[in-house]
């Protein structure tokens, strides 16, 4: 995906700047916020958030990071879990 969406053309087209804008989007929720152990995946939960950028900036993503991290750290407590997963850098 980073190969894909990596580089924008200038005088690109409004659609065109909305693609690379959820793609960017979609691998920082992916890769920095609700990431998987091997920071590959996400979720396809969060692919409804991206679909319209216009509310992105009405939902509370701080809260929700927070929660994804303590989800996480729930799962962690199991004895057998030997990655961790989530937003570690917020420990």
Same mark, same amino acid.
């Given at each position: 995906?980073?190969? #894909?969406?990596?580089?924008?053309?200038?005088?690109?087209?409004?659609?065109?700047? &909305? &693609? $690379?804008? +959820?793609? @960017?989007?979609?691998? =920082?929720?992916?890769?920095?916020?609700?990431?998987? !152990?091997?920071?590959? /995946?996400?979720?396809? &939960?969060? =692919?409804?958030?991206?679909?319209?950028?216009? @509310?992105?900036? &009405? $939902?509370? *993503?701080?809260? #929700? #990071?927070?929660? *994804?991290? $303590? +989800? /996480?750290? /729930?799962?962690?407590?199991? !004895?057998?879990?030997? !990655?961790? #997963?989530?937003?570690?850098? =917020?420990?």
């Amino acid at each position: 995906m980073q190969e #894909t969406f990596s580089d924008l053309l200038e005088g690109a087209d409004e659609e065109t700047v &909305r &693609r $690379y804008a +959820r793609a @960017y989007i979609m691998m =920082l929720l992916s890769t920095q916020l609700f990431g998987d !152990k091997f920071g590959t /995946c996400m979720h396809i &939960r969060w =692919l409804s958030y991206v679909a319209s950028l216009e @509310y992105m900036g &009405r $939902y509370s *993503w701080g809260s #929700t #990071t927070l929660s *994804w991290l $303590y +989800r /996480c750290l /729930c799962h962690m407590a199991n !004895k057998h879990v030997v !990655k961790l #997963t989530g937003p570690l850098q =917020l420990l």
